[in-house]
């Protein structure tokens, strides 16, 4: 993203902004940040900033909103996005052991993306599915529950071959 928004993204921006009452146009901040991740990939503190000085928010309000959500992207992420739950439900049933088996399938730490620019690997707090678990989020998507060694390695496989 430039250093200032392009006229298609500020036209993006007003659409949200007219679901709210002018008074609450900060209402949009979620919405311009979505806007912003879907042009970009990510969303950087010059983007934050930009987002802040539309809405006439503190840039600081805006960067909290982004570290606040798991759904936004605070540095480049590989083409997927792997989210793994690792609250206490999911650790109860091997959300820990799926994480690790994704660091050594992938060859990457959490928070870390591959050489090849194809997988990010982070973890996630609650996903809503502790009954499904282990799960994992796909690119912020799709959700893929009960995740054994076999279906993550079918999932990497899959992603991997269909990029190819």
Known sequence: MAD????????????????????????????????????????????????????????????EVTTFYNMYNQQPVGRFKFNVCTNLPCQLRDGAKALHHLEQRLG?????????????????????????????????LTMCSFMSNDKLDQLVDGLKGASE
Request: charged share 20%; aromatic share 6%.
């Open 108 to 140: 990457i730490k959490m928070g870390e993306t591959t050489a090849d620019g194809l997988f990010t690997l982070q973890q996630s707090e609650c996903l809503g599915a502790c009954a499904d678990s282990p799960v994992l989020l796909v690119n912020d």
């Open 4 to 63: 200032q928004l392009s006229p298609s993204t500020r036209e993006r921006f007003d659409r949200e902004v007219a679901k709210f009452p002018a008074e609450q146009k900060q209402s949009a901040v979620m919405a311009c940040l979505a806007i912003v991740q879907a042009e970009s990939g990510w969303v950087s503190a010059a983007a934050e900033k930009l987002v802040a000085d539309y809405l006439g928010m503190p840039p600081i309000a805006v960067h």
